[in-house]
């Protein structure tokens, strides 16, 4: 018989936590809390709205294709893209090849826009052994890693949708920023996956890893249970994660504006010690801010968290 199981975060922090020192941790908790807010803002992208078809109607459209060789042996799979504008569609397939398909769009203000796009905004492609790099490149990208800055007004914006079949035993890292979602189906390996301005939907996955973004809402079914620590996050949108039967694992929330949801019994976990530490002659306090609870006889450790939306772990019963 299924049991539905309803917490808010309130109560069930509540049964976990400790009153000691009560409040010097809960103070410690709040500066905490503004502290990554504070973070969460420093680190958003700032996107000028100005690409819409009334101030870009100049526009042009190309195809790319590509197939690599990804061969089975001994030397893992792995595909990594970085993209900037657009969506990553990744399916799993039998046999040793993937296919790459980009559907390359740009638009701007005048013609002559359009041409220095081309010549500014290119897709590099490398593979070594079965390693396969996509990496979309332009005047947008900052010297430091990772970074985009979308302050100068280039006139244009090329936008890059991939749609990709991979062997199914393939490790995956997707990275987008705007105007697309990343989605998943049918891999087996390793991933990291981020997003900022879209959702993040994993379907029928396999392997471990770290799923997360900004603007937009995780979804994650499971063929195969992570065997490994994971982490799924998003800042504004709701978790869902849909897991295969016979879970055993340990888990640990944290939400800020919203509730847990579980079709699972959850045993408490120990509730972790509190960390002192002196920062200028003065003894501050850390609580764990994330709310533990065991499924089974546990295992991996799956962190779940979001500021802004509703977690729910429930079962595959498809």
Known sequence: MKIWLRLSVTLF??????????????????????????????????????DSDSEMPV????????????????????????????????VGIPGDQ????????????????????????????????????????????CQCQGCVNFDRDTGYVVKMDFELQVPTNTSVKLKTVNEGHVKVQNVTGEYTVRNVNGGIEMLNVGGSGHVRTVNGGVKVTFR????????????????????ARNLSADFRFKTFNGGVYSDYLLAALPQQAVKEERRNGKLILRADRYTGGRVGNGGPEIRVENFNGDIRVLERHD
């Not at 526009?59 to 969506?87: C, H, W, Y």
């Not at 005048?110 to 905004?121: P, R």
């Open 59 to 90: 526009r042009e459209e190309e195809t790319i294709q590509k197939t690599f060789a990804m061969t089975a042996g001994n030397v893992p799979r792995v595909l990594e893209v970085d993209n900037v504008f657009g969506s990553i569609d990744v």
């Open 224 to 243: 195969e249970n992570p065997h490994a620590n994971s982490e799924y996050a998003s800042l504004n949108g709701d978790v869902e994660l849909y897991f």
């Open 13 to 50: 922090l509540a049964l976990l936590c400790s009153s000691i020192v009560a409040a010097q941790v809960n103070g410690a908790v709040e500066r905490d809390i503004a502290r990554s807010v504070r973070a969460s803002v420093r680190h958003s992208v700032h996107i000028h709205d100005n």
């Open 98 to 141: 993937a296919q790459l398909v980009v559907k390359k769009t740009l638009r701007a203000e005048t013609k002559e826009k359009i041409e220095q796009a081309k010549k500014d905004v290119t897709l590099d492609i490398n593979q070594q052994g079965n390693s396969v790099t996509l990496y979309v490149n332009g005047p947008f990208r």
